[in-house]
């Protein structure tokens, strides 16, 4: 199980690379389908990590990193088909940084989650955080791109638009759970004044941007706010000498 694990891994990072590289190729088709049957291995993937951890997987960075292609692929037809957006060749790049990013941590195969967090928001909490995190990471890629190409400027709004949604779902059920864990909606742990922060910073934008005044503001904002992603996802779960209740270095 455990070879099959890293062998799905593979495979579907290839195929989000594949999905890359036809679009990079100017062929619009194969990206989209490439991209679909990556979200198959993302699947079958995260059904072995299931079966492997007998619990939902979700409880450990590298379960949170394989997860992130099953819900992209959902969030690229989306974007395509109602707001107009081809943007698949983004989500597959994000895809393949966050399963390059999964290979390169521990199996923790014998995870278990402690029963003062077993709790019906478990699931939804972090499967929104995971879009909300997989779409802002898209939306600082396009803004970067926006140096050379302004209109990705435009599409990355639309990508903080689509994101913050769940964005906020994750911060709201992660207090109401937190209460029913902790007895106690907000402690102001590090990574729950990291999240509240960055949820800040996009919604800044989001009031900011639609004013003329503030257009040079636009870039500085998405980058700030996936800064503040960066040391909320990963700065603050994964340093051993950060003390967090959410640490996953603990």
Known sequence: MITLVYTLTLFTLLLCLG?????????????????????VGALLLFVADWVLAQAPPFGNMRHVLAF?????????????RFRGLELTAWLAGASAIALIGALCMPLQAGWRQMPALQSPWFVPHVTAYVISYGLMTVAAMLTLASF??????????????????????????????????????????????????TWCIYLIYLHVER??????????LLLLGFAAVVVTFLVVNLLPRIESMHSYAQ
């Open 148 to 197: 050379r190409r302004e209109s990705l400027l435009d599409a990355a709004g639309d990508v903080v638009r689509l994101s913050l949604p769940f964005m906020t779902f994750g911060l709201w059920s992660g207090a109401l759970w937190a209460d029913a864990a902790w007895g106690g909606y907000w402690a102001w742990d590090i990574k729950e004044a990291w999240s509240l922060l």
């Open 211 to 220: 004013y003329p005044a503030f257009a040079g503001w636009r870039r500085p």
């Open 19 to 39: 999905s890359v590289l036809a679009a990079v190729m100017k062929r619009p088709a194969d990206c989209r389908r490439a991209f679909d049957a990556a979200w």
């Open 68 to 80: 992130f292609p099953l819900v992209m692929v959902p969030a690229a037809y989306y974007l395509r």
